[in-house]
């Protein structure tokens, strides 16, 4: 999570002060967040967005089976 922190500080809040309004950081931060998770491509998980990543985990991940005793 630091390293999460770090990228949001670095790349969002430092270039682009100063911030006039709580309401541009909330506008900022959410665009942010919506690339960071939906369409930043990410190396180690083979160049695909992290949300992308994670659908496709649940999809082949094995289900537990219900077993039912009498």
């Known amino acids: 999570m630091e390293s999460t922190i770090g990228l949001y500080k670095t790349e969002l809040i430092k270039p682009r002060r100063p911030w006039r309004t709580l309401s541009e950081v909330e506008l900022a931060t959410a665009e942010w967040a919506d690339w960071y998770n ?33």
């Open 38 to 70: 939906y369409r930043r491509l990410h190396g180690e998980i083979g160049h695909i967005p992290p949300v992308e990543y994670e659908a496709n985990y649940y999809l082949t991940a094995q289900k537990p089976q219900v077993t039912v005793t009498t």
